[in-house]
């Protein structure tokens, strides 16, 4: 997911002969980070967190609505992003940023799954990463940002099963 996926195709790049299937969920090639919130989470600002929590959600769980009873997503995913080692998040972003992908085609099948409400990868960058993709297989989350393991677990789940062949 995110800076994960960018981790996957690099492995899967690199190292072919270890990869036979590829899932990128919220992922985009290139993945751009504006300053704003470089800037900020250079100097430790909360406001780099608060920006990126509020861009990784939907509408809906913005104003607390969550699919586990008693559960805001939107607090929790603040107070994860909170725990993160003085450093850290400049550097998450600063590699997100800084990432170039192989220009090489992936032997492998492809699923990616992007979500229509996704500010922090917009779902257009996901399509077009899976353009670039030979075979990619796309699922688009409607009314789902960016922490779409929170948002919509169940339906990430089905896509995932129903890629690696496991339904049920």
Not at 28 to 35: E, H, I, K, L
Not at 42 to 56: F, L, P, Q, R, V
Not at 90 to 110: M, W
Request: aromatic fraction near 4%; charged fraction near 20%.
């Amino acid at each position: 997911h995110s800076m994960g996926s960018l981790v996957a195709l690099d492995m899967a790049t690199r190292h072919t002969d270890r990869v036979s299937e590829l899932a990128l969920l919220g992922t985009s090639t290139p993945m751009p980070v504006g300053d704003v919130l470089l800037d900020a989470a250079y100097d430790s600002d909360h406001a780099a967190i608060e920006m990126a929590n509020t861009w990784s959600h939907s509408h809906r769980p913005r104003l607390g609505a969550s699919q586990v009873p008693g559960m805001s997503n939107f607090v929790s995913g603040e107070r994860w992003l909170e725990r993160m080692g003085e450093g850290d998040y400049f550097a998450d972003l600063a590699a997100c940023n800084a990432y170039q992908p192989a220009t090489d085609p992936l032997p492998v099948p492809v699923l990616v799954i992007a979500a229509d409400a996704d500010r922090m990868t917009p779902v257009k960058a996901g399509l077009k990463a899976a353009e670039q993709l030979s075979a990619a297989q796309i699922v688009k989350l409607d009314s789902c940002g960016h922490a779409m393991l929170n948002e919509q677990p169940n339906a990430v789940l089905d896509a995932l099963a129903h890629f690696v062949g496991t339904e049920g």
